[in-house]
């Protein structure tokens, strides 16, 4: 479960960097094209993804604890985007494929 929450919240906060004026963006992918050409629904559906990992979490663990551990995965994801987008190391493909084997092992380990 926090698997899948931690992916949503990577997405919608990579929704989010790829909508930004300041950063240097890079147009290599498609997704990451129409992400910067349809800024307004970019913004929307980063929102929604935080927000839907927001609620997740909330229901979860409660009201508390689930507004601190989403506090802490958006700064976390916030982290990691912005320190290795711009290297171009990180794509939208490289966030599924981390979510799904986290994903995976949490299945494993419970």
Known sequence: ?????LLICCVGFFCLYNTSQKAKLS???SIERWLQSNVGLSRIFGIAAIVISLAGLIVKDGAVMGTMSALLMTMAAGCYIIGLAPFRII???HI??????AFLL???IY
């Open 96 to 101: 599924l494929a981390l979510g799904l084997f």
């Open 27 to 29: 147009g290599d992918g």
């Open 106 to 108: 949490e299945i494993l």
């Open 91 to 93: 794509r939208i493909q």
């Open 1 to 5: 479960m926090y698997s899948l929450l």
